[in-house]
């Protein structure tokens, strides 16, 4: 190996440095320095600061409601998706590529648009408005009304990672459990469940910080009362509106953190993935 | 049970159970939350009358917001065909030190909340900001605040979007073809131009719709570098949302149903000309 000549289809070493300096040049200015301005920020007044902005009620509060939307939100696109996955991947019926393209379509859909959807139907001029207001029934500017935004903006995370892995891995598992005699529910749970269990946690993650981390769909829906509408993402932009700027930045270097554990996570996931499928195969 | 299984065609397999209760499930998930609101979406806007729409859209506003869009998230998208191919092409091809951090820090538009994104973007590109202050002094350009500022949040959001449709088909492809290529004489620059690039193009493509369709209807991001004038560096989520607040409920859904047939169409395009492209190639 070591005496044979440089492959002619290798490039020269500098050739190889430039293009590797150009990528680490790009991901540094493009990539690490919004993040690292995001901390930069947070601490410019000192951690005391930062901390007070982050204990303070509001904000709290905010956390609280992010929290709780979150709570809601996940395990309805989690089920809905862990069906769908199932019904496209193991069963036959007509219409499927249709279904699979209204799936994925809320990630094409701009998040102000997944908003602007629930006041056309919820809003005080939208369709149900009138009843609503007549029964004293709140939607938009309310907890439903944030938590039907995030659904939509959310709502292919879980399907999306799920699907593919269960339609690589075929049906052959499941029809032999099923020829020998276990129900549906068995056979998810013993068969179907633990061949995919990484690619799901990873996609629960992914739903989960994009949750989380919502913005502009929830803005449209949310009314902005501070304490009790505001979410986290909310609650930034709030205070950065307030030339609060070390409060905004330390809020919003909490769900940095967030978007970074999350990160580190699907990457192990991943490869817990990769490990769980060399070794079945 | 053994007669059965000695006759045994694949038609006596046991269909999987549970067809029923999963599409059941699926279909009412997928038209209460996606396709009852896109109904509304569709139907909102007629209330106005198709002249009252027409009127509603003719606005000069509308236009520059759409035009705006559309035309920011199509420039920082062609930015990143490069800059995604070059992030690309050193995590498959390359083996540096930092090789698997870089890795790491593609997907950080992805996990970063838009909010977060958007006042840190600001920051850096404010012209007292790390890089807003050097690029003010040295060139005299004011990036934040300006339309150039809204292509640099919309490079930021749609960079992984090129990098991580680039990447699986890049490590697919494998050396061959190059080696193939330089070992019939071709120079290094007609093989990456001749061999490498025509391959990746479909990859490219898939990229750039993904990173359009999300640039178009971005708003965390944009909204705080923005600047947010009217007819300047006003986009048209933006407009969307002011229309709400002016309770113009009809008008919004005109301009949020223009802005979804507008990117479905250039989705669309983009569809039609990657087949062509494919078929080109066999």
Redesign the interface.
Known sequence: MSARFR???A?APWA??L??G???L??I???????A??FV?ALRRGLPVAMAAIVEEDSLAAMRLTLLVAAITVP?NL??GV??A??VA????PGKRL?VT??E?????????AG??????F?????FGGWLQAHDIQVIFALPGLV?AT??VT?PFVARTVMPLMQEQG?DE??AA??LGA???Q??WRVTLPNVKWALLAGVLLCN?RA?????AV??VSGHIRGETNTM??H??IL?NEYQ?AG??AV?AL??L???I??AA??MLERAGRRHSRSAT | MSATLASGGPSHVAPVPGLGLTLGMTLAWVGLIVVIPLAALAIKPWELGVAGVVQSLADPRVAAALGLSFGAAFVATLVNLPLGLLLAWAIVRLDFPGRRALDGTIDLPFALPTAVAGIALTALLAPNGWLGAPLMAVFGWQVAYTQAGIVAALVFVGLPFIVRTVEPVLRDMGRDAEEAAATLGATRPQALGRVVLPALAPALLTGFGLAFARSVGEYGSVIFIAGNMPMATEIAPLLIVIRLEQFDYAGAAAVGLAMLLLSFAILLALNLLQRALRRGRR
Not at chain 1, 29 to 35: F, G, N, Q, R, Y
Not at chain 1, 105 to 113: A, E, G, R, T
């Open positions: 492959p002619a289809h490039d190889t440095l293009v590797a150009a990528a680490v790009v991901a200015l493009l990539l690490a320095l919004p993040l301005a995001v920020e309805v089920v809905g069906a769908a199932w019904a193991k069963c036959e019926f279904l209204l799936i379509l809320p990630f094409s859909v701009s998040p102000v648009i602007l959807v629930f006041v056309l139907i809003g005080a001029q939208g369709w039907l659904l939509f709502f049906r499941e029809e099923a020829t129900s549906g529910f056979t998810f910080a989380m981390g919502e913005f502009g803005s449209v993402p909310l930034v932009e950065y700027f905004a930045f919003a769900l940095a967030l978007g970074l999350t990160l699907k990457t």
